[in-house]
């Protein structure tokens, strides 16, 4: 049987999903795939290069859930070795105008450990906002404060995304954890809906 946090999310996708018709595709409704180089700044140990998939569906004109999976094996503090790592989570939005929306998220943090050290559990809570610079180029920043594997970090995320059609797209993104000193550069092909 599949666990718990994957049938949530899948039940969750399923049913935004079924709800999330739309004329065009939105900032919120998503699935990709991106390669990451994830460089840990403390320690011996080596860069880790690995996959992120990520999948969000907006709902309900203010709402959306999203999960993210990072495959990686990559060294933590305290002796916590990666072994995969999902983020799951529900979202609230708001459209300022049909170019820039805000959002507020919590979400949860499951990472696997192939060390000694424990599964890492934990909730991050998070504000960010999304800019449609024109039709082909969108902004992303987003701020929030975790407590997976260290007490209290803070995490930034700066993403940019092209879309040479309004259905495909193609991203960077920098994913910086304060505390846990790792920051993920992944670039990756969306598809929006």
């Not at 999203?66 to 002796?79: K, L, S, V």
Request: with cysteine.
């Amino acid at each position: 049987m599949l666990p718990p946090h994957i049938l949530y999310t899948l039940l969750c996708s399923i049913v935004l999903l079924s709800s999330a018709a739309q004329a065009e595709p939105r900032h919120y409704s998503y699935l990709e795939a991106a390669f990451a180089y994830q460089s840990t700044d403390w320690g011996p140990y080596e860069e880790e290069e690995n996959f992120t998939f990520l999948a969000s569906a907006e709902a309900f004109d203010y709402f959306h859930v999203h999960a993210r999976y990072n495959d990686g094996d990559t060294y933590m503090p305290r002796g916590v070795i990666q072994d995969g790592w999902w983020t799951y989570g529900i979202g609230a939005h708001y459209y300022l105008n049909n170019s820039t929306s805000v959002l507020i998220g919590a979400d949860r943090h499951e990472m696997d450990s192939q060390s000694r050290r424990p599964n890492q559990r934990g909730w991050e809570y998070k504000v960010g906002v999304r800019h449609d610079i024109n039709a082909r180029w969108r902004l992303t920043l987003e701020a929030g404060e975790h407590n997976v594997v260290v007490d209290d970090d803070t995490t930034f995320i700066f993403e940019t995304l092209y879309h040479p059609r309004p259905d495909i797209g193609f991203s960077f993104r920098v994913r910086d954890y304060d505390k846990l000193d790792l920051s993920s550069y992944e670039f990756g092909a969306r598809w929006s809906y």
